[in-house]
């Protein structure tokens, strides 16, 4: 089994604990207050980038919840992840059909598609982030903007 399938899996599995750990006021877990702060913050600096209406792409969609919090603010957004689960779950979740199954080292979409990329807390799971980082540019439009996170290891 490869990294890339063990990731796959265990982002599947968890795909119900992921969606719950969204659903309280409040999070319980500090992994949970970790990876809210981090959304609110990207929020911040996609407000502040791109105008509303943009196009972005949630690279690493997981249930949902990033792009949900997108399509409020007025973006035009459409999500990728490797977990079937997480995708079933982010389409329900923001009741649009604008997700898909796949890889951030090749994604499925053209080259200049997007205005903007947000990708958080992906790229610490691969074997090195080279590919996924040429293919986040390869899919920006000229100018475009990238907002990628990954956890602080202390």
């Known amino acids: 089994m490869t990294s890339k399938d063990s990731v796959k899996r265990c982002f599947g599995d968890r795909a119900s604990e992921w969606a719950a750990s969204y659903s309280g006021r409040e999070p319980r877990t500090l992994s949970a207050k ?3 702060a981090r959304q ?3 929020l911040q600096i996609v407000e502040a980038a791109l105008p509303r209406g943009s196009k972005i792409l949630d690279a690493g969609c997981g249930p949902g919840e990033m ?3 997108l399509m409020q603010r007025g973006y035009e957004v459409w999500g990728l992840d490797i ?3 997480m995708v079933r779950r982010a389409r329900e979740r923001c009741r649009a059909n604008r997700f898909r199954v796949g890889d951030i080292e090749r ?3 053209p080259v200049n598609t997007f ?3 947000v990708c958080l807390g992906v790229v610490e799971y691969l074997d090195t982030d080279a590919k996924a980082l040429r293919e986040i540019e390869r899919v920006l439009k ?3 903007k990238a907002v990628v996170s990954t956890p602080n290891a202390l």
Do not use: K, N
């Open 142 to 144: 000229p100018g475009g």
């Open 115 to 117: 205005d903007g990329v």
């Open 83 to 85: 977990a079937e689960p």
């Open 34 to 36: 970790t990876l809210r």
């Open 40 to 42: 609110r913050f990207a």
């Open 107 to 109: 994604i499925p979409f």
């Open 67 to 69: 792009a949900a919090q």
